[in-house]
Each structure stands twice: as C-alpha cells, then as structure tokens.
C-alpha cells in the first residue's frame, strides 16, 4: 500500500482529495501547516476542520507549526515588494517554499514516504522523449490552478499527486456529500488568506509599511489628487483612486522615487511587451531561441499569444500579440503550450 501525505487545509477540495486516495487504497496521513493566526482555511478554523475529516476517515492528522517559515517566504517578501513599488504574488511563492517542498521534507524525513498529495486543480504527466514531468491545466479551466504552480521543481512534480486535476468543482462537491464529509458545504476561500485575516490587504501591509501620503498625477506629470500610500494602489486599478475625470483613469505606474501614482486612460495602461525573469521552465528544457507561446500574465486573464525571445539564463523578453492591459510588476508571467505550462517567472520592474 502507497504510503502518501496530504496537505489538507480545512476546505472542501483537500478534504476530497483525501478522502478520494483513502477510498483508492492508499494509506493516507493527513498534514496541516500551522501558517499564523486568525480566521480563514490556512488558520485554526482550517486546523479544526481539517482535523475532524481526518477523524471522520480514520487517519492520522498531523500539524506543523511553519509560522516562522511563513513570516519569512510570504510576509517579508510581500512587505519587501510593496515597498520597492511592485505587487508580489504570494501564492505561488508560499507552494513553493512554505508548502510543497518543506511537504514534501516533512514525507521523508517523519513517515519515509516519497509521495504528497494536494487539493489543487491541476495535473501532471511524464514525457519520456523530454525526460520531464509536465505541468498540465485542470480540465475544468474554470479552477484552474496551474498558474500558481509554475514555480515547482521537477523533483517535487515527480513526487506529487493531484487527484481532483482531471473533475470539476461540481464533481468534488458531489463526492464531498457522498462521502458525507463534514466540509461538503463549506463556502470556497474568496481571498488571499492574510485578506481573509486582516479584512483587506491594505490593513494588512499598514502593519507593516508607514503611509505616507503623496500625489496622483497624470502622465504629463499634472496633479490630479492626493494618494494614501503608494502601497495600498497597483497597477491596472481603477476604483477607490478618488478623483474626478472625463474619462475612467487607471493606475498605469507606481514612482516609488518620488511618491507618485500616476495614472492614465485604459490604453495608456496597456503593454505590447515585458521582460520576466526569475524564471523556472517546467514542462521543457530552457530553450535558447525564439519561440511563440501563450502567455498569461494574470490569473484571470485570457491568455495571449506571445513572441518569447532569450535574453540571458532565467530571463526573456515577451512581445505581445496585442497590447496587454495592467502588466504588473511582481505578477507572474505564466507560458502555456495548448493545456502544458512551458515555465513562468516574474514580471520585471
């Protein structure tokens, strides 16, 4: 019997996972990361409800207090990042460095088991030409989660389950009520879990981070109105701005230099090209030519074609089919062939 450990945060889509693996024959542990605390399904109402699934099936339920590796690959880089004037993307940050990898350590080391198993919606298969794992979309593109997993390593897809890659959320929640699990009506998480926490990100960084006021301005540099902190604004946002125009304006860049947010009308907030570094190719080798792929610059976004073009080891240039609106530095630039994500890394400054 397959030994595996699953990470189960309190939600319906871990809870499934686990019990959809018990059910397949696999002695399953079940592993929370103690993460900080406060509400939300990383937190203690996560921890008690990822306890009683685990009591419910009849497996063990471990809990790990990773807060400190948390303050450090999460908080500090999301504080350290606004401050220089970008937006990180915690997500897929905390699954590589807070989540699947110290996971994956925690199988070995304490139930000498090779094997992890998640709730996310993704899938993973093995090309023997490539000698590569391949990171694959969801087949329900609407959760989707392979985007915030283009940072894992081919030791870690090699050694890690998705079993809710190949159904949809209908499909999970219907066996969460079969399996008659205690979560099968729990509400999805809506929010980034320290949002679910501190009731908005902007409460969360004014922990961290002094506002200081300064000014919006347009980009002929007029003076269009007063901002409460260069952090709480990001690129591409048009609501909660404050001031008064002929036409919607958008935040089109952040001059942390000078204390500014200057804005612009839609088009004026839109790319034809970005450089993304920090990259880590995934389903292929780091190729050293130009090649055309899709490239998804948001979570949500529709993914566009794009000219991805070498620069240098772990940095490209990408040209855009057509102008891409509130390209963000410290988002993710995500490259897909068809449903195989080729890599990703992060949009430069």
């Not at 997993?149 to 066996?175: A, C, W």
């Not at 970005?274 to 050293?288: F, G, K, R, Y």
Request: glycine share 10%.
């Amino acid at each position: 019997m397959k030994k595996v450990i699953v990470g189960l945060s309190g939600g319906v889509d871990s809870s499934v996972a686990a019990a959809l693996l018990y059910n397949q024959g696999y002695e399953v542990i079940g592993l929370t990361f103690w993460l900080m605390k406060g509400k939300g399904q990383c937190c203690s109402e996560g921890m008690v409800d990822a306890a009683l699934i685990c009591e419910q099936l009849g497996i063990p339920h471990h809990i790990v207090d990773s807060r400190e590796i948390f303050e450090k690959y999460v908080i500090d880089y999301l504080v350290s990042g606004y401050q220089a004037g970008i937006t990180p993307l915690p997500c897929s940050q905390c699954n590589k460095s807070v989540k699947f990898g110290p996971m994956l350590s925690y199988a070995r080391s304490e139930h000498n088991t090779d094997w992890i198993a998640t709730g996310h919606y993704a899938r993973i298969q093995y090309d023997d030409t490539l000698q590569r794992y391949q990171l694959l979309r969801a087949l329900d593109r609407n959760k989707d989660q392979s985007y915030f997993l283009y940072d894992l390593s081919q030791e870690i897809l090699g050694h890690v389950l998705f079993p809710l890659g190949n159904q949809n959320k209908e499909q999970t929640r219907l066996m969460a009520t079969q399996y008659n699990l205690t979560t099968a009506d729990k509400p999805d998480s809506q929010d980034l879990c320290l949002i679910e926490t501190h009731g908005s990100m902007a409460t969360f960084l004014n922990k961290y981070i002094t506002p200081i006021e300064g000014e919006i301005v347009n980009l002929e540099g007029k003076v269009l109105g007063k901002h409460t902190g260069i952090h709480h604004y990001t690129i591409g946002q048009r609501k909660g701005l404050g001031i008064a125009a002929a036409e919607p304006l958008y935040v089109v860049s952040l001059d942390r230099t000078f204390n500014r947010v200057v804005v612009g009308s839609r088009s004026q907030a839109g790319q034809d090209s970005c450089n993304v570094s920090e990259i880590n190719w995934v389903s292929l080798a780091e190729p050293h030519y130009p090649f055309t792929a899709t490239t998804q610059v948001r979570y949500r976004c529709t993914p566009v074609l794009s000219n991805i073009i070498p620069l240098e080891p772990g940095r490209v240039k990408l040209n855009f089919s057509e102008p891409q609106f509130g390209i963000t530095p410290g988002q993710a630039a995500v490259f897909y062939d068809g449903d195989i994500l080729l890599g990703g890394g992060i949009i430069e400054k």
